[in-house]
Structures are given as structure tokens and as C-alpha cells.
Nanobody, 126 residues
Framework: QVHLVESGGGLVQTGGSLRLSCAAS????????MGWFRQAPGKEREFVAA????????DYSEFVQGRFTISRDNANNMVYLQMKSLKPEDTAVYYC???????????????????WGQGTLVTVSS
């Protein structure tokens, strides 16, 4: 079983950048499809980005396309979310999640994710 811990959240001004990190424990991490989700106050959790086990395939939600970049480092059991041109509507708790042997397109549905981190808060001020 993989255990996930996010970090890197904080307060940033509109137009700023942040890099979120997700540290994974467990020897099977390299076989996990990984994703980032977010949940804003009063809203449902929504898909942000996903990356295949090898890192060769990536999927983004429409609202972060071109601004966010997901990546992974299997040697160090890490997943990252580089966020640029941040907007106030990006304010949310960001969660890292993963599942073994999961197709990339299914990551968009949070019900398929097996493990979740505790979340890290990103606040974008206007």
C-alpha cells in the first residue's frame, strides 16, 4: 500500500506560482497512476491532472490546461504539480491520489482512486 503526503501549499498573489509536492511511501509507487484533485470551500472535489506510471501520458482538466504541469520522479517516489498564472478561483485544498493499474482516463473519477493524501491548502489572493 502506498501512503501519500502533500506539501507546498500556501498563500500567493494572483498571477503567482507554486509547486506542490506529493511524497509517496511504498515500493509499488512506480506502478501507480497518480492524480491531483482539488476542493474549494462549498464545492465538490474536482479533477486537476493525472499522470501515468511511467510519466509518458498526462491528462489535464480544461481549467488548468496550459497553466499547470504534472510530473513525477519514480526514483524518489515523488509527484509534483507546478502551478503558474494562478487565479483566485484556484483557491482550494489540493489532494494527491493514486491507484494501481488504473487507466489514465479513469483518474478523472475520484471513486477509482485507492489512496489519498491529507491535502495542502492553496490560497490565491486577488
Amino acid at each position: 500500500q502506498v501512503h501519500l503526503v502533500e506539501s507546498g501549499g500556501g498563500l500567493v498573489q494572483t498571477g503567482g506560482s507554486l509547486r506542490l509536492s506529493c511524497a509517496a511511501s511504498g515500493r509499488t509507487f512506480s506502478g501507480y497512476t497518480m492524480g491531483w484533485f482539488r476542493q474549494a470551500p462549498g464545492k465538490e472535489r474536482e479533477f486537476v491532472a493525472a499522470i501515468s506510471p511511467s510519466g509518458g501520458s498526462i491528462d489535464y482538466s480544461e481549467f488548468v490546461q496550459g497553466r499547470f504541469t504534472i510530473s513525477r520522479d519514480n526514483a524518489n517516489n515523488m509527484v509534483y504539480l507546478q502551478m503558474k498564472s494562478l487565479k483566485p478561483e484556484d483557491t482550494a485544498v489540493y489532494y494527491c491520489a493514486g491507484a494501481a493499474d488504473l487507466s489514465l482516463r479513469r483518474v478523472r473519477d475520484a471513486r477509482y482512486l485507492e489512496v489519498w493524501g491529507q491535502g495542502t491548502l492553496v490560497t490565491v489572493s486577488s
